[in-house]
C-alpha cells in the first residue's frame, strides 16, 4: 500500500479546471518531485491533499484513509505535514516558538486559540523547549533560536518553516517550492537537509521549479501540465522525456 494514494482527482476553480483526473502516488521513504510550468497544478494538488481545498471529485488515501473530505488538523493528526510556496512563518514569534506551535498542535491537537497555550506551555515549557532546540540544531538556526522570525533571512525563515512543519513528526511532509529565492548555498544545504530529513524517517513530497535540485535529490518525478499527469519516472527518465521537454524543460540549466 503506498503512502499517498491520489486517484482520478478533479478540482474546478470558477471556469478553470485546475487539476484535470490526475492519478499518482507517493510511496513510503522516498522524495518524489512534482513539476510543471506555472499554473500547472501543483499547490492546487498539495491544497487538496492536506485538506486545505477539496476535491470537486476523485479519491486521496493517507496510510489508507480516505481523507478527500477531512480537515487540515485531522489530516495532520494522521501525520502529514506541509509548507507553503510564500513564507508562513508567525514573525513576532522567536524561531523556538515557531517550532513549539508545531509541536502543540501535535499534543492539543488545535491550535493557539484553543486558549491551553500559556498553561499548557508553563507545564510542558522545559522538554519542548529542548525538543524544538534540537530541531532548530538540526536545521543548522540554532545561534538564533531567540532572534524574532521577521529578523532572519528569507531563506532561513524558509527552512524555520520546514521546521514548524517536521515538529509533528510526519510520516510524510508536502514542500511547496522550498528552494525558490535561495542562495546557490542555501538550495545546496537545503538538498542535504532534505535528504537527511528522509534518512530520519519521514516521506518526501516536493514540488520545485529548481531542476538542479529535484533531479539531484528526487528518487521519482510526476510531472503536471494544465492539470493533466504527463508524465511519472526516475529522474533520467524524466529529463529526456520528449512531452517533458516541451511542456516544460526546454532551455532548461541544471544549476
Ligand atoms: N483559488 C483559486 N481560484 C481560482 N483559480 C485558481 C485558484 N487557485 C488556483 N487557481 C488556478 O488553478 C490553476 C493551477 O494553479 P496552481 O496554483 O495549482 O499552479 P502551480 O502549478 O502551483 O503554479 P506555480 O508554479 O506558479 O506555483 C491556475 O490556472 C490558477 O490560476
Ligand atoms: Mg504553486
Same mark, same amino acid.
Request: aromatic share 6%; net charge neutral.
Given at each position: +500500500?503506498?503512502?499517498?494514494?491520489?486517484?482520478?482527482?478533479?478540482?474546478?476553480?470558477?471556469?478553470?479546471?485546475?487539476?484535470?483526473?490526475?492519478?499518482?502516488?507517493?510511496?513510503?521513504?522516498?522524495?518524489? *518531485?512534482?513539476?510543471?510550468?506555472?499554473?500547472? $497544478?501543483?499547490?492546487?494538488?498539495?491544497?487538496?491533499?492536506? *485538506?486545505?481545498?477539496?476535491?470537486?471529485?476523485?479519491?486521496?488515501?493517507?496510510?489508507?484513509?480516505?481523507?478527500?473530505? &477531512?480537515?487540515?488538523?485531522?489530516?495532520?493528526?494522521?501525520?502529514?505535514?506541509? !509548507?507553503?510556496?510564500?513564507?508562513?512563518?508567525?514573525?513576532?514569534? !522567536?524561531?523556538?516558538?515557531?517550532? +513549539?506551535?508545531?509541536?502543540?498542535?501535535?499534543?492539543? $491537537?488545535?491550535?493557539?486559540?484553543?486558549?491551553?497555550?500559556?498553561?499548557?506551555?508553563?507545564?510542558?515549557?522545559?522538554?519542548?523547549?529542548?525538543?524544538?532546540?534540537? +530541531?532548530?540544531?538540526?536545521?543548522?538556526?540554532?545561534? &538564533?533560536? &531567540?532572534?524574532?522570525?521577521?529578523?532572519?533571512?528569507?531563506?532561513?525563515? &524558509?527552512?524555520?518553516?520546514?521546521?514548524?512543519?517536521?515538529?509533528?513528526?510526519?510520516?510524510?511532509?508536502?514542500?511547496?517550492?522550498?528552494?525558490? *529565492?535561495? !542562495?546557490?548555498?542555501?538550495?545546496?544545504?537545503?538538498?542535504?537537509?532534505?535528504?537527511?530529513?528522509?534518512?530520519?524517517? !519521514?516521506?518526501?513530497?516536493?514540488?520545485?521549479?529548481? +531542476? $538542479?535540485?529535484?533531479?539531484?535529490?528526487?528518487?521519482?518525478?510526476?510531472?503536471?501540465?494544465? $492539470?493533466?499527469?504527463?508524465?511519472?519516472?526516475?529522474?533520467?527518465?524524466?529529463?529526456?522525456?520528449?512531452?517533458?521537454?516541451?511542456?516544460?524543460?526546454?532551455?532548461?540549466?541544471?544549476?
Amino acid at each position: +500500500m503506498p503512502l499517498l494514494a491520489v486517484k482520478k482527482v478533479v478540482k474546478d476553480y470558477e471556469g478553470v479546471r485546475a487539476l484535470n483526473g490526475v492519478s499518482l502516488q507517493v510511496e513510503k521513504g522516498v522524495i518524489k *518531485g512534482l513539476i510543471g510550468p506555472n499554473g500547472a $497544478g501543483k499547490s492546487t494538488m498539495f491544497h487538496l491533499i492536506s *485538506g486545505m481545498e477539496k476535491p470537486t471529485s476523485g479519491n486521496i488515501a493517507f496510510r489508507g484513509v480516505d481523507i478527500a473530505g &477531512k480537515e487540515p488538523h485531522e489530516i495532520s493528526g494522521l501525520g502529514m505535514g506541509r !509548507t507553503f510556496q510564500t513564507v508562513q512563518t508567525w514573525g513576532n514569534m !522567536t524561531a523556538v516558538e515557531n517550532v +513549539m506551535v508545531g509541536m502543540h498542535r501535535k499534543l492539543i $491537537g488545535g491550535i493557539l486559540s484553543c486558549g491551553l497555550w500559556l498553561p499548557w506551555i508553563k507545564r510542558e515549557e522545559k522538554e519542548v523547549l529542548r525538543e524544538a532546540f534540537g +530541531m532548530l540544531e538540526f536545521l543548522g538556526l540554532s545561534a &538564533k533560536w &531567540k532572534w524574532p522570525a521577521f529578523q532572519l533571512s528569507y531563506g532561513e525563515q &524558509k527552512i524555520l518553516e520546514i521546521g514548524r512543519a517536521l515538529a509533528t513528526g510526519p510520516e510524510l511532509i508536502l514542500l511547496d517550492e522550498p528552494a525558490a *529565492g535561495l !542562495t546557490p548555498q542555501e538550495v545546496q544545504a537545503l538538498a542535504e537537509k532534505i535528504q537527511q530529513i528522509r534518512e530520519r524517517g !519521514t516521506t518526501i513530497f516536493v514540488v520545485e521549479h529548481h +531542476m $538542479g535540485m529535484v533531479m539531484e535529490i528526487a528518487d521519482e518525478i510526476a510531472v503536471l501540465n494544465h $492539470g493533466e499527469l504527463i508524465a511519472e519516472g526516475r529522474p533520467e527518465a524524466i529529463r529526456d522525456d520528449p512531452r517533458v521537454i516541451r511542456a516544460y524543460l526546454k532551455g532548461t540549466v541544471y544549476a
